[in-house]
């Protein structure tokens, strides 16, 4: 029982793991929000039995300072990973160095309850030695593949790399997960660890992906489950899952600094409002003397509690209202809307799909502020197979007191936080898609973050799979426009009864004696706006920047005192840059993008973002390796070093 990295063969390539960082996302304040969205989506998937109708119960307890490990505690847990994480090439690599032996250990334990524990034959190592007719093998899942799931149909991760987050938010990228699964109670428990290729104490290369448990002659690593050991564990990291409870407790050691009560608390409810409020989910969160409970009946009452810069409880206390009422509509009630579409994917003919005097009612009811529901049909085809009927519901309320549009998206109660199209101010809007064929569709459709609907990545899976995403992301712009008339033509007379001015204005009087001499105002001096010093060049693969042809004063130009911000993104949404994902591409990552300079330096901001620092006039620089498929975004501007002044876009 120890931690243990394979070490790599001669022929083998050596590339440290980039998949730490997919989670990232612009949406997600930091790693607490990317870890709280992917842990319960894995807990929510692990219900034991969702007929039952007993919630999903996950417990999160983070121990910090005092209350942490010392060394001597710890020591029979990590011990054999020291030498890992003390070898140079970890320490350089690892954002806050390797953690000091003489300080406590602070660290998160995540538990759940009422779920079925990682569930299968921990001795399977490929995909063809699984038993199609056994259950399905979590454990092979969830700890022997990276960007590779079991997941699918109500499953509601995809990409197999959700478990990511759980290295990422520990300062030296382990974690160990402790489970007890069904339906033979039988507990064990496995470490993992994601660091650089490095040296071991022998001096010998070894691969990024290390393991803690029991280990063969060919280091193929299987979990303890000697009860004695994991009771041990469990005493040590103060769990509270019992050896015979179903289910799975992570501890992270070394969590990062942005993990902490509070903000666990606020990404449960923005991540996971509608799952609370219909009381599929319960989660505590533990402090040293207080216990607080998020649930459906207690979930006003913790928001009400909450008050932080990242957090507004009076928008947040509004939006759950507005859900609990979504939560038990009435569908036989007189503001509930059926859309037949008759598989018709072009909101033109919206106004067609609902009879006249049922979109008088709704129109009515929806400027006097009354909740509405429309449920709008769709027809799904996945590829080779037949077409099934479905739906999803839009629900929509005014409310003069919103500065602006609020819109939020639920795919199997999961919140795609990132979708965002309603511009009508004075609305709020949930769409929830819940049925199985357009929830198993808009799944495929979600980047890895699970924080956009993104139509390219179901056009091989379904029949008009891209418009059928883009229909589901226009619905509540759509249906606001059929309610207020947005969408009919200007009336340039509409106002004429109303103020009575005569449409033809009287001629003017002629003036009498010689006309006077018009006086010409002195030509102001000109402008003088600077040339473009560079040029931006679109290739199939990608773009170059050089100087640019038109530069008047390349020859006086010092290009040392000048820079340029360069910011890409494929095409999807309103705003690319902003929504840019770094699954799409990312320019740290030179397996993603290939990038070749000449005569100037070049800086990494971002997955998307660089900035160029020209030496002298023959600089450039080229960036290549893009999707040819996709339509690629660049934004540029000139920055004037050591001023606050930058030039314009292009």
Known sequence: MHWNFRKLAIAETNQNPAHVNFFRDDNEASEVGSFIREDIQNRLDACFSPSTGNPVRVRYRVFRNNE????EERKSWMDSLRSHIESPQVEEELPNGTPPTDMPMD??????????????????????EIDEQAEKNDFYWFVRNVGRSGKSGSDRGRWGLGKIVYPACSKIRSFFAYSVRSPDTKAFLIGRAVLPIHQNKEGKWVDSEGYFGN???NSFCTPVSDIEQITRFADTFRLSRKIDEKGTSLVIPFVVDTITPSSIAESVIHSY?????????IVEIEQAESLLEISKETLQECIEAMHSDTFNSEKMSALCSFASICESFDYSGDNFFELKTDDSLNWKEKASWIEEDKLLEAQSAFSEGQPLCFEISVGIKPKGQKLSKSYFHVYLQSNPDLNQAEEHYIRDGLTITGQKTLRARGVRSLVIAEERALANLLGDAENPSHTRWIGTYVSGKYSYGPQIVSFVKNASTQIVNLLTNTDQERDADLLATVFGLPIDSPPKPQRRGRPKKKVVPPRPEPKVFD??????????????ITKSAKDKKQETRDFTSLAISVKCAYEGSNQPIKDHSPFDFDLQNPMDVGLEKHDCEVEFISANEIKVYPENADFSVSLSGFDINRDLVVKTNKIVLDSDKEGEDS
């Open 68 to 71: 942490g490990l010392q060394w």
């Open 107 to 128: 660290f998160l334990i995540a538990e759940d309850f009422e779920t079925t524990g990682l569930r299968g034959d921990w001795n399977v190592n490929r995909d063809d």
């Open 215 to 217: 280990f063969d002659e």
């Open 273 to 281: 409002f509608w799952e609370l409020v219909q009381g599929n989910l």
């Open 531 to 544: 040339s473009p010093f560079y040029s931006v060049n679109k290739f199939q693969t990608g773009f170059e």
